[in-house]
């Protein structure tokens, strides 16, 4: 059954055409998806920040087909596969898709790929990763995203231990995205592997465990969440001073 987003005005606004278009005239109609929290916040009603998108392109391809386009392009994490392109004085994040080669905890490295379920693959939570393409129809590799969103299931892409091991603050973010979008208890199986894991907090900065709790107080569950996480030990553990 083909699910495709509607009454969405940033899908057809003038400034996300012109992104979409300039990326199919260098890599062809299916070369670049929207994708992440723009597509999950679109399935659930929520309002959305920012538009991401992820193209098989590589970022000096982006680069390219963005000057044809006549848009402003800036290189924002070119080695990560990231350029921002400027559109009628809007971001729109463009990502090359990536797999991980190595991971240490806080920071991976990467390598391109035009495979979307690798893409997928190294996602944080299923519901994060639906993409749609430039007509709204949503393609959700782990085939279960779209319902993760409705019922407001907060489950790790694949193993919860390995997601976490790559990057740690994955078990902040399993708390903030639960406390704006989960339902009831949280996802058994990811929150025993955030408890078993969560000395792994140890090796991020104090900044980048701030800001994400910071994300999470901001939530209408914040409180539940707070609790959640204090109950398995992750708040009693001290981050890297910043």
């Given at each position: ?226 609790r959640q996480m204090a109950a398995i ?10």
């Amino acid at each position: 059954m083909n699910r495709v987003l509607e009454g969405q005005d940033w899908l057809t606004a003038s400034a996300t055409r012109a992104v979409m278009a300039a990326l199919a005239e260098a890599g062809g109609a299916d070369c670049a998806r929207f994708v992440g929290g723009c597509v999950r916040n679109a399935v659930l009603g929520a309002p959305i920040d920012d538009v991401d998108i992820a193209t098989v392109l590589t970022p000096e391809a982006v680069v390219r087909a963005l000057k044809a386009a006549g848009l402003k392009s800036v290189p924002t994490g070119m080695e990560h596969g990231t350029v921002t392109a400027i559109s009628e004085r809007q971001p729109f994040e463009i990502t090359t898709l990536r797999r991980d080669v190595s991971t240490d905890g806080r920071r991976a490295t990467v390598a391109f790929t035009d495979d979307w379920a690798e893409d997928a693959a190294r996602r944080d939570f299923r519901l994060n990763a639906l993409y749609a393409d430039a007509e709204g129809l949503i393609l959700d590799p782990t085939g279960a995203g779209y319902e993760d969103a409705l019922a407001g299931r907060i489950v790790f892409v694949g193993e919860p231990e390995q997601r976490i091991r790559e990057d740690y603050l994955r078990i902040l973010r399993f708390f903030r995205i639960h406390a704006w979008y989960g339902k009831g208890e949280p996802d058994a199986a990811g929150l025993k592997a955030c408890a078993d894991l969560r000395d792994g907090l140890k090796q991020l900065s104090g900044e980048r465990v701030r800001d994400e709790l910071l994300k999470t107080a901001a939530a209408d569950n914040a409180a539940a969440a707070f609790r959640q996480m204090a109950a398995i030990g992750v708040l009693s553990v001290e981050s890297t001073p910043i």
